[in-house]
């Protein structure tokens, strides 16, 4: 069994300032962790990808994440937001089933 | 171009009333699968395939039906649909991940999306 759970709904920063956005998942194995970002009325896109390589991943846009295994996490950050940056971001583990997190909505004010 | 096709893209119907969504990919990708988007619920996932005539269920499967008889096709099929069944579907296609002794969904290629309205 596998569950995914993002711990914010909404976080809210100034442009320019850090992201953090947190996921904790739960996984009878060493699972492949994704983060994809959702932009309103649009598909999703990925942005990074873990499947037990270097636990520190960099991706697409600027962001990174850390593979945890002692904290089970897979938190996103990002050093400077930018006003693009304001979508909705998965927290997703797959193995033959894909567990989507609830989201978090990435608010950027100016 | 490389990409996940679904149709329709937006469907009002009726309860009852039978319909299929369909779901292509042009990437010879193994595993496929479907998802529902619902407010504050996130992705859910309907059906997947590990590859033709393999399927399985995922995690809200109740009120679905698919079929993989092609490598590039996975319709899902609302027998009966309900009200409950209004939602933004997502198809989705990947090559399969094999490592670490198990296999499974590798990065996934979506479709645009389909917003069905069930009255």
């Known amino acids: 069994a596998q569950s995914v759970t993002q711990l914010d709904s909404h976080v809210s920063v100034s442009e320019g300032t850090p992201v953090l956005l947190r996921c904790n998942y739960s996984?009878?194995?060493?699972?492949?962790l994704f983060w994809y970002v959702q932009h309103p009325n649009k598909g999703l896109q990925l942005l990074l990808k873990?499947?037990?390589?270097?636990?520190l991943v960099k991706g697409i846009k600027g962001f990174e994440a850390e593979f945890k295994k002692s904290e089970t996490s897979f938190h996103l950050t990002k050093p400077s937001a930018h006003m693009s940056d304001a979508a909705e971001y998965f927290c997703v583990v797959s193995g033959q089933k894909v567990t989507f997190g609830t989201g978090t909505k990435l608010q950027v004010i100016p | 171009e490389a990409q996940v096709t679904q149709n329709p893209r937006y469907l009002i119907t009726v309860t009852g009333k039978k319909l299929t969504v369909t779901c292509s990919q042009n990437?010879?990708?193994?595993?496929m699968s479907w998802y529902r988007q619902d407010p504050g619920l996130g992705l859910r996932q309907i059906y997947y395939s590990m590859n033709v005539e393999v399927t399985d269920k995922g995690d809200v499967p109740e009120g679905y039906k698919v079929s993989r008889k092609e490598k590039r096709n996975f319709p899902l099929i609302l027998e009966s649909p309900s009200p409950n069944q209004t939602s933004l579907y997502f198809c989705?296609?990947?090559?399969?991940?094999?490592?670490?002794?198990?296999?499974?969904?590798?990065?996934?290629?979506f479709g645009a999306g389909s917003r069905l309205t069930v009255l």
């Open positions: 996984s009878s194995y060493s699972p492949s």
């Open positions: 873990y499947t037990s390589a270097a636990t």
């Open positions: 990437m010879n990708h193994e595993y």
């Open positions: 989705a296609s990947s090559f399969k991940y094999s490592g670490q002794g198990r296999t499974g969904a590798n990065v996934l290629t």
